[in-house]
């Protein structure tokens, strides 16, 4: 993927949260901005999970991103 494609889905306004799916299977969630920092060559990222867990990912493996309405969204549509 280009680092230009990553850096759009990251720096979306509003920030939707997202899927990161690399080519060996793993799926990667970033639910936060916070969540994530891209180098500044935009070559790689560091995803950190809610639990403190981190993950250092080469944007050059990474398949596609799937983004989600959000837990915000989901919440929204429970309360009508």
Same mark, same amino acid.
Request: aromatic share 8%; hydrophobic share 35%.
């Given at each position: 993927?280009?680092?230009?494609?990553? +850096?759009?889905?990251?720096?979306?306004?509003?920030?939707r949260p997202f899927v990161v799916?690399?080519?060996?299977?793993?799926?990667?969630?970033?639910?936060?901005?916070?969540?994530?920092?891209?180098?500044?060559?935009?070559?790689?990222?560091?995803?950190?999970?809610?639990?403190?867990?981190?993950?250092?990912?080469?944007?050059?493996?990474? =398949?596609?991103? =799937?983004?989600? +309405?959000? +837990?915000?969204?989901?919440?929204?549509?429970?309360?009508?």
């Open positions: 993927m280009q680092s230009s494609e990553f +850096k759009s889905v990251y720096r979306a306004e509003p920030f799916n690399l080519a060996d299977g793993r799926n990667i969630p970033v639910e936060h901005p916070e969540f994530m920092a891209v180098s500044p060559t935009g070559r790689s990222a560091v995803i950190y999970g809610e639990d403190g867990s981190f993950e250092i990912v080469d944007v050059m493996l990474v =398949t596609n991103i =799937t983004v989600g +309405k959000g +837990k915000a969204n989901a919440r929204a549509r429970k309360r009508c």
